[in-house]
C-alpha cells in the first residue's frame, strides 16, 4: 500500500516521550506504531482497545466539578472531618 497521505498531530511532551520509548522498545518508530493503530480502527471499525466513556449523569458530575460546582474546601484533614461530622 502506498504511503502517500500525511496527517499531523499534537500531543504533549510527557506522553510523546512516554510513547515513543515504548515503540523503541517494542522495535517500531512511532510512525509505525501509529499505522497500526490506524489499520486496526480501520479493520474493525472501532477503537482497538477499550474506552471507559462517561453515560450523561457522570459526564454531568465532572463537569460540574471542573466548573467548581458544589465543592467544599477544608483548611486540613481536621477541618475536613469536622465538615463530614466524622
Do not use: C, W
Request: hydrophobic fraction near 45%.
Amino acid at each position: 500500500m502506498a504511503r502517500d497521505a500525511t496527517y499531523q498531530i499534537r500531543i504533549d511532551q510527557e506522553t510523546k516521550r512516554e510513547s515513543f520509548r515504548v515503540f523503541e522498545e517494542l522495535g517500531m518508530t512511532p510512525a509505525e506504531g501509529v499505522r497500526v493503530f490506524l489499520r486496526m480502527v480501520a479493520k474493525t471499525r472501532s477503537i482497538p482497545f477499550q474506552l471507559n466513556v462517561p453515560n450523561a449523569a457522570t459526564a454531568k458530575v465532572l463537569d460540574e466539578v471542573d466548573a467548581g460546582v458544589g465543592l467544599h474546601r477544608a483548611k486540613n484533614a481536621e477541618d475536613l472531618f469536622k465538615q463530614l461530622d466524622l
